[in-house]
């Protein structure tokens, strides 16, 4: 899966994975490649349904959002780095080896059973 995302564009999609208890897991997903879309992110949201995934990105700040965030930091082929929940008004460390990030409500991604070492699949088409 080298080079995941090089063909994505800003939209509705799915994520996939295996969560930790081992059954398969689909959600909601936007994709936000381009700048501008990256640059929007969650700012002004008080909610989500699934997540959301910026591309390419290592690093990110909640900077004006309104709600806390679950965070997780994804290699070149979407295998889960690190996991972290962020309150609003704070900056991210960058990740050397993250390409892409992905963000959820605070709380969702521990509810679904994402984890550390283990790697999502992208979908593309209609949420």
Excluded at 8 to 21: K, N, P, V
Excluded at 34 to 47: D, E, N, V
Excluded at 64 to 72: K, L, N, T, Y
């Amino acid at each position: 899966m080298a080079g995941a995302g090089s063909g994505w564009r800003d939209g509705h999609a799915h994520l996939t994975f295996d969560s930790d208890t081992g059954l398969p897991v689909r959600l909601p997903l936007e994709i936000a490649r381009s700048y501008r879309a990256r640059r929007k992110g969650l700012l002004g949201r008080t909610s989500l349904t699934g997540a959301l995934l910026l591309t390419p990105a290592n690093s990110i700040h909640t900077f004006g959002m309104r709600i806390p965030i679950d965070v997780a930091y994804l290699d070149r082929h979407l295998r889960v780095l690190s996991l972290h929940t962020m309150p609003p008004n704070r900056l991210g460390l960058p990740r050397l080896r993250a390409r892409h990030v992905l963000e959820a409500e605070a709380g969702a991604m521990r509810s679904w059973g994402l984890r550390v070492g283990g790697v999502v699949g992208v979908e593309e088409g209609p949420a």
